[in-house]
């Protein structure tokens, strides 16, 4: 079994900031995490990508969320973080943890957390 757990979630007026922190477990050894990503569901909408962070160090941003969001990794934690700033309205939505994780005597495979509410008011 694996997890990915989020947390940081929550309401802030427009123009503050939020921190999402998803961390990864498993029952058996974790051997490697190649993409952690975040992805956002808006209320009537479809899930959209939001930001990745591969374990080489290189990220990707979406456009919408250039200069205001940044993400990270604590590769030796297993965990990834997405620091929003400047959130907007248009940022309400549940974001998903996403990530491609190898545990022992299996290959790589994709999961997804359970999801984190994110609000924004104006």
Known sequence: QVQLVESGGGLVQSGG??????????????IGINDMAWYRLPPGKQREFVARAHSSGRTMLADSVKGRFTISRDIGSKEVFLQMDELEPEDTAVYYCNANIRVEG???ENYWGQGTQVTVSS
């Open 17 to 30: 900031s939020l921190r999402l922190s998803c961390a990864a477990a498993a029952s058996l050894r974790i």
């Open 106 to 108: 299996r290959m790589y």
